[in-house]
């Protein structure tokens, strides 16, 4: 079983669509969670971390962890063209990070 | 601020050629990392370093070296390029400051071995 599973889409929506991408982790230990967004042919950037389990919310962005059914989730309110991008989850697991495949995410206007 | 920089961005490689990727950060970051990122299969620790002078083995090592003789910089060598190193290729460096830290990415290094 992979550390991190997350759907790799495609996924597309149109213009002001609620988005909701998702992973799943295995290890229950885990504790820092991480959604990382990374534009074509660009290197990947930080958009939101939370700690354990609860909502963080960001602007239109909002993290949500569930540990208790080991899943994690960023939803995206009032979708903008200018937020396709691939989205990443990442776990902290001590001196690394372990990352999802990313899913591919298209806002059409 | 530059932050984190990738040389080259660009490179094509015949089979059982040698070369190096260098990745320089300017943060005064204590870690770095290199991953490689291929279709669905995100990114992969391919090795990384907690300090100058150290190492040590990420998810993907093999066929892969790489060194830290500087703070800033941390080196990946391949000595005998594989098609199946065709990949693109990000160097991340990270505060050590605090339990977690951002990591902040480079542009990436698009390898094509033929």
């Known amino acids: 079983q992979k550390e991190v599973e997350q759907d790799p889409g495609p996924l597309s929506v149109p213009e002001g669509a609620i988005v909701s991408l998702n992973c799943t982790y295995s290890?229950?230990?885990?504790?820092?969670f991480m959604w990382y967004r990374q534009y074509s042919r660009k290197g990947p950037e930080l958009l939101m971390y939370?700690?354990?389990?609860g909502n963080k919310e960001d602007g239109r962005f909002t993290a949500q962890v569930d540990k208790s059914s080991k899943y994690i989730s960023l939803f995206i309110r009032d979708s903008q063209p200018s937020d396709s991008a691939t989205y990443l989850c990442?776990?902290?697991?001590?001196?690394?990070?372990?990352f999802g495949p990313g899913t591919r995410l298209s806002v059409l206007p | 601020n530059a932050g984190v920089t990738q040389t080259p961005k660009f490179r094509v490689l015949k089979t059982g050629q040698s070369m190096t990727l260098l990745c320089a950060q300017d943060?005064?970051?204590?870690?770095m990392y290199w991953y490689r990122q291929d279709p669905g299969m995100g990114l992969r620790l391919i090795h990384y370093?907690?300090?100058?002078?150290?190492?040590a083995k990420g998810e993907v090592p093999d066929g892969y070296n790489v060194s830290r003789l500087k703070k800033q910089n941390f080196l990946l060598g391949l000595e005998s390029a594989a098609p199946s190193q065709t990949s693109v290729y990000f160097c991340?460096?990270?505060?050590?400051?605090?339990?977690?830290?951002?990591?902040?990415f480079g542009q990436g290094t698009r390898l094509t071995v033929v």
């Open positions: 991340a460096s990270r505060d050590s400051q605090g339990v977690v830290t951002e990591a902040f």
């Open positions: 290890n229950s230990a885990f504790q820092y």
């Open positions: 939370t700690y354990s389990s």
């Open positions: 990442a776990i902290w697991r001590g001196q690394n990070f372990v």
């Open positions: 943060m005064n970051h204590e870690y």
């Open positions: 370093s907690v300090g100058e002078g150290t190492t």
